[in-house]
């Protein structure tokens, strides 16, 4: 096919530019210079995200643009229709969601944690730290749906203490059989139980522990543990298969807290209600009923009294993903808002043409650019610590949040309608300041984890 010749001298230029062919443009300083000094400087005109991609690993590089191929393909068809249901009897799967979950097991999203042949991710890729794999994978998730994220990544939270107990065994005999499952269109999710109706900062934070009575507690009978209480806010609790549920052993405080792995049909388990919350609402966030649930010695994860190490491991490997989420919804806003700015006109002449416009525009890619550099910063290891993780959390979703308020200030009252998808984005995000801790208690931390140096200053 031939394609029609462009004068590129005669492309327009945003108000107050020269356009990318003026001689005096950034482009053409780049191309008067030598060869070699062009392949050092470089200079194309590609947006913001290819060049971010470019700048990682080849095998991260191809995850990236196959979870964005993903999440445009599957998760942006039904972003708003889902967000916008009837809340939904307990248990029960809406068609869209039911079908998101058979596509994503089957495309691989609900298995990567394991390099294949034992789980979905490419060996090139595996060899990258799990944490910066799922912020790939998260951002461009939430980038387009927070809620459809939640459903498919609060599986990754639910598996994470039973890859962290590092026993072979323990990981072949509960997680492959599900990721077989999965992989055939199946569904098997696992959900991640830690927070209580009367204890949500404290099972986070170890001051709060030090003195919290537990509420779900294990006593022992033959062969096992009888589980009782309630656990609240679980996401994914209603569909779960499996679930990673921690308990106080009777009689003991939190330092005897057992992480067991809870199958859905064991009697005396119940998911009792789901929440009608704010945002992520294709993600339940249930209520769970113990009531004298029999959970055999094999369902010990890592051993008694260890729930408190995979809670806390659990919580440093998933906040930078939350971070991530953060980043997800920052671009969202900052997408649309660019969109918004070029197809509105206002005086004769489109928004994106007002300098303040601009302005604000550079000001949400450069914060979304910044936290997204925060990110993959703390997500570069396969030994994250809980500083840095928490810091990562609760800067990002902070940032987030004065994003979408610029973008939303930007579309005015076209901010509040459903169909501009922004009201959604600040929903979604806003959860983000709150879940895995609170910024608060991330805040707290980032100074429990460096108190050692604090300390030493305060006694030096
Ligand atoms: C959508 C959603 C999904 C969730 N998913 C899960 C899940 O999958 N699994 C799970 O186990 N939990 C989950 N949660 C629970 C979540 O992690 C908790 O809600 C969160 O930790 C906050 O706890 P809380 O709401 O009980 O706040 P509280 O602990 O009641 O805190 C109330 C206020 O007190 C402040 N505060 C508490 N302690 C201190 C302190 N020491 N110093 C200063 N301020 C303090 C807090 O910052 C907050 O402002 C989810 C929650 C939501 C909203």
């Known amino acids: 096919?031939?394609?029609?010749?462009?004068?590129?001298?005669?492309?327009?230029?945003?108000?107050?530019?020269v356009a990318g062919t003026h001689p005096l443009s950034a482009r053409s300083a780049a191309s008067g210079l030598s060869g070699l000094t062009r392949s050092v400087v470089g200079y194309a005109p590609d947006s913001l995200w290819e060049i971010e991609t470019a700048r990682l690993p080849s095998a991260l590089q191809a995850l990236r643009r196959k979870a964005r191929a993903f999440a445009e393909r599957t998760l942006a068809p039904r972003a708003l229709e889902v967000d916008a249901l009837a809340h939904w009897p307990v248990g029960a799967t809406p068609a869209p969601l039911a079908s998101l979950l058979e596509e994503a097991g089957r495309a691989g999203w609900l298995t990567d944690m394991l390099p294949w042949p034992l789980g979905s991710a490419p060996l090139g890729e595996y060899r990258h730290p799990l944490v910066l794999r799922a912020c790939l994978k998260v951002e461009e998730f939430s980038r387009v749906c927070g809620g459809q994220m939640l459903l498919l990544c609060a599986h990754t939270l639910g598996i994470a203490p039973i890859l962290l107990t590092g026993n072979p065994n323990t990981i072949r005999r509960f997680v492959l059989p599900a990721f077989r499952a999965l992989q055939r269109g199946e569904p098997h999710l696992f959900a991640f139980a830690i927070t209580e109706p009367g204890a949500g900062s404290d099972v986070e934070d170890g001051?709060?522990?030090?003195?919290?009575?537990?509420?779900?507690?294990?006593?022992?009978?033959?062969?096992?543990w009888q589980l009782n209480g309630r656990k609240c806010f679980i996401s994914g609790g209603d569909l779960a298969q499996s679930l990673t549920v921690f308990a106080a052993l009777e009689g003991e405080g939190m330092a005897s807290w057992t992480c067991f792995l809870v199958n859905r049909d064991m009697p005396g388990f119940r998911p009792v209600r789901t929440e009608l919350k704010m945002g992520m609402r294709a993600s339940g966030a249930a209520e769970l009923e113990f009531d004298q649930v029999f959970v055999p010695d094999s369902h010990v994860l890592g051993g008694l009294r260890k729930g408190w190490s995979l809670n806390r491991e659990t919580l440093n490997l998933s906040r930078t993903p939350v971070a991530a989420m953060a980043v997800g919804f920052a671009q969202a806003a900052t997408d649309i808002?660019?969109?918004?700015?070029?197809?509105?006109?206002?005086?004769?002449k489109a928004l994106v043409h007002y300098q303040d416009v601009q302005l604000t525009l550079a000001q949400m890619m450069a914060e979304t650019s910044a936290i997204r550099a925060l990110v993959w910063q703390s997500a570069k290891t396969w030994a994250p610590r809980q500083g840095t993780a928490s810091m990562a959390k609760f800067h990002a979703t902070d940032v987030a949040m004065r994003v979408i308020a610029l973008a939303q200030d930007l579309l005015g009252n076209h901010a509040l309608l459903h169909a501009n998808r922004l009201e959604k984005v600040y929903r979604d995000c806003r959860l983000t300041q709150i879940f895995e801790g609170t910024n608060q208690i991330n805040r707290l931390s980032v100074v429990e984890d460096f108190q050692e140096t604090l300390l030493a200053r305060a006694a030096g």
Do not use: K
Request: glycine share 14%; hydrophobic share 45%; proline share 6%.
């Open 1 to 17: 096919m031939n394609m029609p010749e462009v004068d590129l001298t005669q492309l327009p230029a945003l108000e107050g530019h």
């Open 337 to 348: 808002a660019a969109d918004f700015a070029c197809r509105t006109q206002l005086g004769g």
């Open 207 to 224: 001051m709060g522990a030090a003195q919290l009575q537990p509420g779900v507690v294990a006593s022992r009978v033959d062969g096992g």
